[in-house]
């Protein structure tokens, strides 16, 4: 059993991966910044080295820290850039701190978004390899906290595995403008409104399940310095997904509108996995036309509709 903690724990993915990590007999405490009603989460502003550092006097050591705590997305990025920076950057500034002074093994969560306009297949190495462009304010804010991570790694022999998530979705992601492509679309197909589809973009899905299990496993295989595509194996096009989507719900596209390119967004990404099959037993359980039924679902009985 080991003592882990788990920033952003109410997230869409930080909150299964703190019960799943629970379930398999650790010790697991969470921090967000909303109040929660399970003992198991402490509210706090990774962005408030203050806050963070309590929550280590009080809850710790630890042996693990996933620190899945962020603001998300391109648009919510450019509409709170404060926030987004403070979090993204000073926040993990702040945990790097923490885990240069006290030792613990960190599990950083970055974001497939740091390929940019890479137009091939997206493995680990790219980064190493080729000159990168971010597109976006978000994509550059995770870049610039793997770029603090290999720092802290270099000067203080901090030990950090570094995970890339490409385009996660499934149950439990709550809607707002700025969430993902799949709860966006579901949401407004749901409630009859209108929404756009850039048709010369395409995707790696990772269904939620598949991509706690292999994020749960890094506790059981941690090798320092490794970094890891987390991504499935269902690469489609951004049309055929809402087109399954309609289809399940029973509705035509007659409010959405098709273009060809959203601007500063990557137009492919089709990722990697070898490394997270074999290291991490990454495996794709559910297929995405079940995942998307499970997500429609779900949003129905959430929000009533």
């Known amino acids: 059993m080991a003592r882990i903690l788990v920033t952003g724990s109410l997230g869409a993915v930080g909150a299964p991966l703190s019960s799943e990590l629970q379930a398999r007999g650790h010790e697991v405490t969470g921090l967000d910044m909303r109040h929660d009603h399970l003992s198991r989460n402490v509210r706090c502003d990774v962005g408030e080295f203050r806050e963070l550092e309590r929550v280590f006097d009080q809850r710790g050591p630890f042996d693990y820290v996933y620190h899945a705590a962020g603001e998300f997305g391109r648009m919510n990025g450019e509409d709170y850039y404060e926030r987004m920076w403070k979090t993204n950057a000073v926040g993990t500034k702040n945990v790097l701190r923490l885990q240069e002074e006290r030792g613990f093994r960190h599990i950083f969560f970055s974001s497939s978004e740091v390929y940019g306009d890479f137009d091939r297949v997206m493995h680990e190495s790219v980064m190493a390899d080729h000159p990168i462009r971010q597109m976006n304010d978000y994509a550059i804010s995770k870049w610039v906290n793997e770029l603090q991570v290999m720092n802290s790694a270099d000067r203080f022999g ?31 197909a749901l409630h009859d409104l209108p929404y756009t589809v850039y048709l010369n ?12 299990n ?7 295989n941690f090798i320092p310095g490794e970094v890891y595509n987390i991504a499935g194996e269902d690469y489609h096009d951004i049309k055929s997904l809402s087109d399954h989507i309609l289809s399940y719900i029973g509705k035509d596209d007659s409010k959405v509108e098709y273009r060809e390119v959203e601007a500063h967004n990557t137009i492919d990404k089709k990722g990697d996995n070898t490394s997270a099959k074999r290291d991490l037993n990454l495996t794709v359980t559910v297929g995405l036309e079940e995942g998307l039924r499970r997500t429609v679902d779900w949003q129905r009985s959430v929000y009533g509709v």
């Open 214 to 220: 292999a994020l749960a496993n890094i506790s059981d």
């Open 158 to 188: 901090t030990e950090t595995v570094r995970v890339r998530l490409f385009n996660t979705y499934g149950p439990g992601e709550p809607y707002s403008d700025y969430r993902s492509v799949v709860c966006l679309f579901t949401y407004r």
């Open 201 to 212: 973009h395409h995707r790696t899905a990772t269904y939620i399940d598949d991509c706690v």
